[in-house]
Nanobody, 125 residues
Framework: QVQLVESGGGLAQAGDSLTLSCTAA????????MGWFRRAPGKEREFVAA????????YTADSVKGRFTISRDKAKNTVYLQMNSLIPEDTAVYYC??????????????????WGQGTQVTVSL
């Protein structure tokens, strides 16, 4: 099993930047990719970004492309989500997830095997 712990959420104003971190523990050697998803109030959970653990290939949702960047530090078993130029529509609970096999889709929540507890990001005008 892989355990995930997120940190870095909080309050921000439009235009600000925040960095979320997600540290993995447990059977991290079996991780194929890591992803970030978010759930805004009254909305479905949506894909934000993903990164393959071995090669660092990244995928980013169109809604955040050019503003959000995903990266990972293999030595620290940590994945980051750098969020720039935040807008109120980015307000959501952000979840880190681990995918342990290459099957499925990087942007589909059902393809992920482990989830963090979530961290709240609130962006005001």
């Amino acid at each position: 099993q892989v355990q995930l712990v997120e940190s870095g959420g909080g309050l921000a104003q439009a235009g600000d930047s925040l960095t979320l971190s997600c540290t993995a523990a447990g059977r991290t050697f079996s991780t194929y990719s890591m992803g970030w998803f978010r759930r805004a109030p009254g909305k479905e959970r949506e894909f934000v970004a993903a990164i393959t653990w071995s090669f660092g290939t990244t995928y980013t949702a169109d809604s955040v492309k050019g503003r959000f960047t995903i990266s990972r530090d293999k030595a620290k078993n940590t994945v980051y989500l750098q969020m720039n130029s935040l807008i109120p529509e980015d307000t959501a609970v952000y979840y880190c997830a681990a995918r342990l096999s290459f099957s499925g889709r990087y942007d589909y929540a059902g393809s992920y095997d482990a989830w963090g507890q979530g961290t709240q990001v609130t962006v005001s005008l």
